[in-house]
């Protein structure tokens, strides 16, 4: 279900993968920010509910950083990574937006 409500919901100007365990990596290309946080608001509450119909409890956690201008990848996705991690400790089900600064530039 995770995976055609991903499909189906975040559009073709997004593109998923499995990146281990339970974890995945969404990039979102030219989506205005509180566009994409509310995409994946809807699909956490859409596979929240859909699991509920099954009787299954599940929780979607999820960590977003905007890429800034000139930052590296690698660092893109720690900052998500470490946003995922804050969401998790403060209860897990939500989304935790990034908000460390931008990279020095040489």
């Known amino acids: 279900a995770w995976g055609r409500i991903l499909q189906e919901r975040m559009g073709g100007d997004c593109s998923s993968a499995r990146l281990g365990g339970e974890e995945c990596v969404m990039w979102c290309m030219g989506g205005a920010p ?50 995922l991690y804050e969401a998790k400790r403060a209860g897990r089900d939500r989304l935790v937006v990034s908000d460390m600064p931008a990279p020095a530039t040489a």
């Open 34 to 83: 509180a566009r994409v946080e509310d995409r994946i608001r809807r699909v956490r509450e859409e596979f929240e509910r859909e699991a509920a119909l099954l009787d299954i409890k599940v929780t979607v956690s999820a960590g977003v950083a905007h890429r800034r201008s000139a930052e590296p990848m690698d660092r893109h996705l720690r900052r998500t990574d470490i946003a």
